[in-house]
């Protein structure tokens, strides 16, 4: 539907209806309640005609009651082209004729036509009601039409209307949608009382455009919340990349003993999966069956996501047999999770189930199965699926599909073939893409192509300090220790910072964070301790610090200390040293993990016993009795 036609136009000289009658109708009172009775019960919009056929003999087309239900049961039935004509062969609609209108403009997404439609009430000369302006309020904030919206303000105050608590929250969703914050906390601070509703309406748009500080600040002055208002508010700062402070929302929402709603459930299990917080998604799950909330495609896609991307695949796959109910979206979660995990023959065989389903993939479907061809190595299964997105199911590849195919043949060696692949292309390559191609030349050894990309990046102004420390590396790799130092001098001279790497581990449901050389922590005498004891067992073990890939310009022994004490290796230190023997570490970072770390966390799993998983940025690493399960790619 092409929303910004307009509806109304067109009907002005419509013939489709009768000419207005001047016959009255009979035995009004029986009669309008039958047709408004039918027209109530209507459940389709092919209905809706006969109804009309019979008021029209009846000569009740006239009649503002009978009228105003057709106009209702248009507009709720997806018939407002319907309604438009209706109304333009009404007499001197009324004013509640006309609201009924710009509602169903609204419902179906004809802003422009319902703030039309509320002006040319205004000219003539029908005085609004609070409906009307609630109506073309939601209009003007939906379409994001401040000018207008701020005369509605104006008509708002003569007509001595600004004291009512609906035309206030849609003032505020107005301004809030719109970005006009000083009008928004104006129409708030000016509410008598600020109410739930209306201070759940200010912290959803201080979030939307990243204020959290205003958003917690109006939070913190509700003196009830109920469960919608807590909901914002974990959602909110989710959004914001917020999410160890969300779940202690959470945690107070407890304390407080208001109870969750699905909405609650998929925002918290949305916190746990970014910080890898498994034993608190556990705690949810158990919470969910205690409370009998429903395992639906809503919360059932939430819960998959988490258990994937908290480290177990295995529960996740349960929670997905489990399901009596699927659809696209859990099938899209499975599917990526079991990529995420390297399990690419299971990724594949889900995938080819969803087909066999009846379900029709999505774009988002074959991101998660391209990149279990890649995590694979499957070439030729992954280009026929990727041929087949457009070919049999008109899905336009986007760039994440084709850095699926880059990351796979890259992955593969197939080098030149990636590059050529990338020149050919209908879209632009982006910075994630070229670097991936930068990352797979400095592992099969091609210097002079990872030259040639690393100036692409450059010179399209998409080089970040991973496209610099990669083509330093490669440099170091080749034994060209002067082009490295180059590198390094040209990263420092263009100002780049490298990313601060940050590690997280979950310990008896509380998230400790780690950064490089980390003094923080209340542990950190035994952390350390820990460190240099596996250092010193490391060493007996023949493990040499690749210190060629530590940028800075300090002695070899700082080099080696510098990777020492990488966060990933503080964090899993401090999981050796407060988690039972053979139990699970389970490690998130924000960066790639280096050369040197994945090496060495190999060793570790090995020495320790322990399974060691680890989410970076590219994907799981399952570490096990010193081998990983991405097969030294990543």
Partial sequence: MNHSSSMLSPVAGCSALPPNSGTKPKNTPNRRRHFISLLQNCKHNNEIPPIHAKIIRNHHHQDPFVVFELLRVCSNLNSIGYASKIFSHTQN????LYTALIDGLVLSCYYTDGIHLYYQMINSSLVPDSY????????????????????????????GLSSNRSIRIKLIELYGKCGAFEDARRVFDEMPERDVVASTVMINYYFDHGLVHDATSVFSLIRIKDTVCWTAMIDGLVRNGESN????????????????????IVCVLSACSELGALQLGRWVRSYMD????????FVGGALISMYSRCGDIDEAQRVFEQMKEKNVITYNSMIMGFALHGKSVEAIELFRGLIKQGFTPSSVTF??????????????????????MSKDYGIEPQIEHYGCMVDLLGRLGRLEEAYSFIRMM???PDHVMLGALL????????????????????????ADSGTYILLSNAYSSSGKWKEAAEVRTNMREEGIEKEPGCSSIEVNNEIHEFLLGDLRHPQKEKIYKKLEELNQILRLEGYTPATEVVLHDIEKSEKEWALAIHSERLAICYGLISTKPLTTIRVVKNLRVCNDCHLTIKLISNITRRKIVVRDRNRFHHFENGVCSCGDYW
């Fill in 93 to 96: 609609p009324n004013v509640y």
């Fill in 132 to 159: 009307a302006v609630t109506s073309v309020l939601k209009a003007c904030g939906c379409h994001l039409a401040l000018k207008e919206g701020r005369e509605v303000h104006s008509q708002v105050l003569k007509l």
């Fill in 245 to 264: 402070r969300a779940l202690e929302v959470f945690r107070n929402m407890q304390r407080e003993d208001v109870m969750p709603n699905e909405v609650t």
């Fill in 290 to 297: 205690k409370h009998r909330i429903e395992l639906n495609h």
């Fill in 367 to 388: 991101v998660g199965v391209l990149n279990a061809c890649s995590h694979g190595g499957l070439a030729e299964l992954g280009f026929e699926i990727f041929h087949s």
């Fill in 426 to 428: 209908k879209v632009a």
């Fill in 439 to 462: 990352s797979a030349c400095k592992i099969h050894g091609n210097l002079e192509l990872a030259e040639r990309v690393a100036k692409s990046l450059v010179a399209c102004k998409n």
